[in-house]
């Protein structure tokens, strides 16, 4: 599976950014798909994930309420809507995908390149 992460950029307090994955490649729909970052001088940290099938979500406490992860089966996309920005939300932004939930927080399965994002006023 090859991914390609998308619409990164920079935003200023409280503001939305929605981040989008394309997958390609072997058939995923049997997998999960999540997303983590990694913010300067900080280890890589999980944000979200979500199940292709039911859609089961599970989320970092931190984010709860202002970031919603979504998938599109068909376009082999998935997708995480980032609100009420914080400057602590700075970070590159990887979408993993896996097997499932638990494997994805692990940090095990195929990587993205990143895409950078920057709440900033």
């Known amino acids: 599976v090859q991914l390609v992460e998308s619409g990164g950029g920079l935003v200023q307090p409280g503001g939305s950014l929605r981040l989008s994955c394309a997958a390609s490649g072997r058939t995923f729909s049997s997998y999960a798909m999540g997303w983590f970052r990694q913010a300067p001088g900080k280890e890589r940290e999980f944000v979200a994930a979500?199940?292709?099938?039911?859609?089961?979500?599970v989320y970092q406490d931190s984010v709860k309420g202002r970031f919603t992860i979504s998938r599109d089966n068909v376009k082999k996309t998935g997708y995480l809507q980032m609100n009420s920005l914080k400057p602590e939300d700075t970070a590159v932004y990887y979408c993993v995908v896996g097997s499932d939930t638990s494997t994805i927080r692990a940090g095990l399965g195929s990587w993205g390149q990143g895409t950078q994002v920057t709440v900033s006023s």
């Open positions: 979500i199940t292709w099938t039911f859609g089961n979500t």
